[in-house]
């Protein structure tokens, strides 16, 4: 593996391996010197052509820990503003040694493009491209999911067969819909989408996921063992509600999930959510606050996933996580 661009390049062999070096990395977050050396020389770019905030950070956190030197690019205020291109871009930061470009980008594809147009030589890592991919929510989303629902224990080496995942909200414009969709699948999880007809994407008989236009009956129905809501993306919208759903008041009583819906899920059940919330649209203060609302662990989840991303990209992932010397230990202190 060269390169993360989409979760549709992942086998069933390759996601497991991400997510078990994970759970490495995971473990060695706990200790008073979280820093291993592993990374120690080489150059990670953050270059976000999109704002971010939990992304950002997570990668920047992520290659840190690692020992990577990072180098944060925004566009805006950036030689990108003044009109330069993705290719002048990319060879600047070739130009400046960067073993890793973690790329996000309005345009779909524009991560691809990247990794095979020969503008840099390192690694490319998908931080999400317009309405198409986020391989690596995806897989924080699985990791979290795995940790949850498969067993007590230890739950190296196991997918997620078997295991009911409802994704509610707006899957047209979702990159992380799309890319659970297809890793869910591969991990042998059974999908339902369930959306205005609005904001179901063309096409998506071909996704491997039933559809369904009714929270209620999904909920009662299939049992699903974990809801994951997607945020109402009303910046993608040409207003409000751009005439996909007549308002938010209507969009909350039939897709929303609240205190009712929530004590209507199985009692082990779990909920998801990629960020930011819409508190009051898509999920309420109760259901986002629950117990049972793993959102925040999403997040914590994101830092260790990611460390295994740029470890398997830029070390090979060939031997066990590094453990800090006693001399690196005091340098790192």
Do not use: C
Not at 43 to 72: G, H
Not at 97 to 107: E, P, Q, S
Not at 299 to 307: E, L
Not at 324 to 332: C, F, G, H, I, Q
């Amino acid at each position: 593996m060269k390169h993360l661009l989409s979760t549709a390049d992942l086998t069933l062999a390759d996601a497991i391996r991400i997510l078990d070096t994970a759970g490495s990395m995971a473990a060695t977050q706990g200790r008073e010197i979280k820093k291993l050396p592993t990374l120690r020389g080489r150059t990670v770019v953050n270059l976000f052509f999109e704002d971010s905030t939990r992304t950002r950070i997570s990668f920047e956190t992520a290659a840190k820990r690692l020992s990577a030197d990072v180098i944060n690019f925004s566009a805006k205020g950036s030689s990108v503003s003044k009109g330069e291109s993705l290719k002048d871009t990319a060879l600047t930061l070739q130009a400046m040694g960067a073993d890793a470009v973690v790329i996000r980008h309005h345009a779909s594809g524009a991560p691809h493009t990247l990794a095979t147009s020969g503008w840099t030589h390192g690694a490319v890592i998908n931080a999400g491209d317009g309405m198409h991919q986020h391989p690596t929510q995806a897989l924080l989303d699985a990791y979290t999911l795995r940790r949850h629902l498969s067993g007590p224990g230890d739950v190296t080496g196991r997918d997620l067969t078997g295991l009911r995942v409802a994704i509610v909200g707006d899957v047209l414009h979702s990159r992380v819909a799309r890319s659970n969709v297809q890793l869910l699948h591969t991990l042998g999880a059974d999908v339902t989408l369930v959306a205005p007809p609005t904001l179901v994407p063309v096409g998506v008989e071909a996704w491997p996921a039933k559809v369904s236009y009714h929270l209620d009956e999904t909920i009662a129905d299939d049992k699903p063992d974990a809801v994951m809501m997607l945020r109402v993306q009303r910046e993608r919208m040409s207003s409000a509600g751009g005439g996909f759903f007549p308002s938010p008041l209507e969009y909350t009583r039939r897709y929303g999930l609240d205190a009712r819906r929530l004590a209507a899920l199985s009692d082990h059940a779990i909920v998801l959510h990629p960020g930011p919330m819409n508190r009051g649209l898509e999920i309420s203060a109760d259901a986002a606050d629950s117990p049972r609302a793993v959102i925040v662990e999403q997040v914590a989840n994101g830092v260790a996933v990611r460390m295994a991303v740029l470890y398997l990209l830029l070390a090979g992932g060939d031997a066990a996580p590094a453990r800090p010397t006693n001399d690196e230990a005091k340098v790192n202190a």
